[in-house]
């Protein structure tokens, strides 16, 4: 979840911060496209993308987060499965024709590690779903704590953590990336 400490922190006047929020914008752009493949560009093999199940319970409990289960929990190759099978198969009833989803990227936060050309980013994602012909949209709030690291010349995602403002979802399938 977010952290406050400032000593790492890359300010919005640095380039890098920049070049960071083009990165998120650029991705929101595919995803919002349903351009599949190329988004999946921006990740590295070894990518970790998790999406731990909110929980209520009381602050002195925890985060509200539960350890040991996820909507997400991919790898780069699990990502690619899906990927292909929403793209390429004729049975993928949940998402052909695809939802129309609009992710907004907000207060973006940017930290240094202690490896040279490597972030953790922390942002916000609004994203507004609707699908086939119904009238109806539904709204899925989060936070993303990402880890970057610039890969021959360009940014790509290594890990995407989301933490998900609802416990229970209100999309009647979670079959988009945020």
Not at 13 to 24: I, K, M, P, T, W
Request: hydrophobic share 40%; no cysteine.
């Amino acid at each position: 979840m977010t952290s406050t400490a400032t000593s790492n922190r890359v300010h919005a006047n640095e380039g890098v911060y920049a070049e960071l929020h083009e990165f998120l914008d650029d991705e929101a752009a595919l995803l919002d496209t349903d351009m599949l493949s190329e988004w999946l560009e921006m990740l590295t093999p070894d990518l970790v993308y998790r999406a731990p199940v909110r929980v209520t319970k009381a602050r002195a409990d925890g985060l509200g987060y539960s350890p040991n289960m996820a909507h997400f929990d991919d790898t780069f190759t699990s990502l690619t499965r899906r990927v292909a099978r929403a793209t390429q198969s004729p049975n993928a009833w949940a998402v052909d024709p695809p939802s129309r989803v609009r992710r907004h990227v907000s207060n973006v936060r940017v930290y240094r590690t202690e490896e040279l050309d490597e972030y953790r980013v922390s942002s916000y994602v609004l994203a507004v779903h609707s699908h086939s012909d119904q009238p109806s949209t539904h709204v899925v709030s989060a936070e993303r704590q990402d880890m970057v690291r610039r890969v021959e010349g360009r940014f790509r995602l290594f890990r995407r953590d989301i933490y998900l403002t609802h416990s229970t979802l209100p999309v009647p399938n979670f079959a988009f990336f945020l």
